[in-house]
């Protein structure tokens, strides 16, 4: 695991400089106690979920196979 340090306003940037178009870029947009809001920017049609929404999707999908 990559651990970075980021105050609100700072961006960190996620992809290839080659390809220009697949980077994502997070933003920390600001830190209130324990919540940090991010926002985060990439090309059109890119899945974002939660980790535990994204795991119920693969158990479904699974489930579908069997």
């Known amino acids: 695991m990559l651990v ?13 400089e ?7 870029t997070v933003k920390v947009l600001s830190i209130m106690g324990n919540r940090v809001k991010l926002g985060l920017t990439m090309k059109r049609g890119v899945a974002v ?6 795991q ?3 158990g479904e ?3 579908d196979k069997t």
Do not use: F, M, N
């Open 4 to 16: 970075l340090t980021r105050k609100p306003e700072e961006s960190l940037l996620i992809g290839d």
């Open 18 to 24: 080659a390809d220009t178009t697949g980077i994502v």
């Open 49 to 54: 979920h939660r980790a535990e929404v994204w």
């Open 56 to 58: 119920r999707i693969q």
């Open 61 to 63: 999908s699974l489930a």
